[in-house]
């Protein structure tokens, strides 16, 4: 079955330290995958989205991922994090054709200490 | 450019119920996704709509129905609900199937069964 997995349930990170939050997915073929984040009584936002080519992509509010597919993992970084990036990431994926709707991995919770 | 608006914002139902929430998908989308978040759960696709028709579905029982109108928004229906369906349903809008997969998502409506 496909399958998308957030090993982190929970992970704090001081404000102005690196993040990475990971992903792996369970496809048989490539999927294309996303990132969404979502704030708390929030709706979803796209942060970024790998479709092809380039494996390291770049998304909104300085976030950027890297598609491996040796390891099956689009894992989130950010350089140095600020105190607003606290709240849920969810990583997803869809195989082509697309009315299989995304799979949401379980999702992470970031918190950022001052 | 319009979001993915969500009507209402919260309801709070009795078991054995009928509900219906609605969705008005983003400007120059005509495709409209729906998808059920249970607390602590990363969101789980429940159906599309596409050209007023179902267009794909998750793992959800029938009484989980859809409508989708001539200007694209849409309607979720659930039927003699239980306690487990309180959860925060999330309408997603995005272009014809097979173009980008990308979805956009409103802000959701909180459903409490009691």
């Known amino acids: 079955a496909q399958s998308v997995t957030q090993p982190d349930i929970h992970i704090t990170v001081s404000e102005g330290a690196s993040l990475e939050l990971r992903c792996n997915y369970s496809?048989?073929?490539?999927?294309?995958l996303f990132w969404y984040v979502q704030s708390p009584g929030q709706g979803l936002q796209l942060l970024l989205k790998?479709?092809?080519?380039?494996?390291l992509v770049q998304g909104i509010k300085g976030f950027e991922a890297e598609f491996k597919r040796s390891q099956s993992s689009f894992n989130l970084r950010k350089p140095s994090v600020h105190w607003s990036d606290a709240a849920e990431y969810f990583c997803?994926?869809?195989?082509?054709?697309?009315?299989?709707?995304?799979?949401f991995g379980k999702g992470t919770h970031l918190i950022i200490q001052p | 450019e319009t979001g993915v608006t969500q009507s209402p914002t919260h309801l709070i139902k009795t078991r054995g119920q009928q509900v219906t929430l609605r969705c008005s998908s983003q400007s120059g989308h005509n495709t409209v996704s729906w998808y059920q978040q249970a607390l602590g759960q990363g969101p789980q696709f429940i159906f599309q709509y596409y050209r007023e028709e179902e267009n794909g579905r998750g793992n959800f029982p029938p009484r989980f129905s859809g409508l989708q109108f001539p200007n694209y928004s849409s309607e979720l229906n659930v039927n003699a609900l239980e306690l487990d369906d309180s959860a925060l349903y999330l309408c997603?809008?995005?272009?014809?199937?097979?173009?980008?997969?990308?979805?956009?998502f409103g802000p959701g409506t909180r459903l409490t069964v009691t």
């Open positions: 997803a994926a869809v195989s082509g054709g697309g009315a299989d709707g995304l799979t």
């Open positions: 790998y479709f092809s080519g380039d494996t």
């Open positions: 997603a809008s995005s272009r014809q199937p097979g173009t980008d997969y990308e979805q956009y």
């Open positions: 496809y048989g073929a490539t999927p294309y």
